[in-house]
């Protein structure tokens, strides 16, 4: 995944950039970059590992000597960015947010065209934002750069391109990454993330439509490609990614989360499914949390924290990029509360449940510091395929979701659309069968999932302008 900030003020824009950059922080653990521009020094920028340190600790010295009142920030989880290029548009900065499925053909067919070469990561890769940067220098201005770019990518793609005349801000074709404009009296800014501007002064001033390309400056913002009709943003910025305190297309992520566990709740009850007996509802921290306090006060059960995430020193449980890794550090920031768990029955909410490993440990966990029962309900649908528009993890296969190992012990590893369009129908025997294997494997006392049309109401927007492929497999 990855966030973003830009600003462009009438006076150095250092500040903001760094602090708004910096509220980006929970969308990404590798890298984080700053390049700023001013007439004076042209561009200058700082890119930095993230991975054992957080991002303000990184850059304060940078915040001190960088100056400019354009300015872009990100943070990665996977290249260095942002990008500073030199080509026939002339010296500009670009950072992208998204996935690119096609990278190794555009390359290819790069390469054999003239391109002389790319430079490679240490994992291998090419760096997408300078395969992005390379697609656009092929044609002989910015804007149609930007769109050629955008419609050879097979995947999503929203860039910030920094130039000494203004901030071009794309946001991706089909919207499914969200780029929030703010104003204050000396500037505008753009971000990831709406809450990113709110303590530095700006306020609402607009948000991009799906495709959309708007040029940012110091005095205005002007819209230079309108918006296409189709949008599909992402659910899942609402259920997991998002911070709370931001909103997409007009809806808070808090308050989503509260309806989403207000909708379990309702599901519950109406079909006989809330446990008898279970003394306590609680979510796992931190995204999960929301979601709890929302079926619990549905439901009527006391809400409850008999696990705290001690979040001052361990890193986030995403951040190595062995899977053993994260599930200790994932273990080691849960610290219990026995009196609250001790001969308790309790009631977890979860945002999701991809691998399954992490929630597996925390059952046994809480189980091991005295729970009677541990069950389990996750604020989404079941994941059954890989996302293909947004980097949420690195996973190579659609075999690593618990899902599609349950599937695959049933059906074989090759599945018919037909077979898995069954196991994401909540009504079929394919559905329940799946949903009890892996509540067995995992060791929960009962587990269900939410439904995509309970999901989709709580969110409050039309089902056909939203993201649902994780779940049912629709682009």
Known sequence: MGGFFAAALKKDCVFDVFFGTDYHSHLGTRRAGMVLYGEEKGFSRAIHNIENAPFRTKF??????????????????????????RSHHGAYSISTVGKINNAE?????????????????????????????TLINQKDNLIDGIRYAQDLIDGSMTMLVMTP????CARDKEGRTPVII??????FCACFESHAYLNLGYKDHSELGPGEIVVMTPEKVVSLVKPGKRMQICSFLWVYYGYPSSKYEGVNVEQ????????????DLA??????G???VAGVPDSGTAHAVGYANESGIPFSRPMIKYTPTWPRSFMPTIQSERDMIAKMKLIPIHELIEGQSLLIIDDSIVRGTQLKEQAQFLFESGAKEVHVRSACPPLVYGCKFINFSRSKSDLELITRRVIAEEEGENVSRDI???YTNPDSERYHRMVERICEKMGFSSLRYNRLDDLVKAIGIEKEKLCTYCWDGKE
């Open 278 to 280: 279970v003394d306590i």
């Open 420 to 422: 898995l369009d069954d």
């Open 256 to 267: 989503m989360r509260y309806n989403c566990g207000k909708y379990m709740a309702k599901r």
């Open 165 to 168: 005349m203004g901030i071009y």
């Open 60 to 85: 304060d010295s940078d915040l001190k000597s960088m100056k400019g009142t354009m300015g872009i920030g990100c943070i990665s989880d996977y290249e260095p960015q942002p990008l500073i290029v």
């Open 271 to 276: 079909e006989e499914a809330l446990v008898d």
């Open 105 to 133: 053909e555009l390359t290819d067919e790069l390469l054999k065209t003239g391109h002389s070469h790319f430079l490679e990561m240490s994992g291998g890769e090419i760096n997408q934002t300078e395969l992005v940067a």
């Open 182 to 187: 703010g104003q204050k009296d000396n500037g």
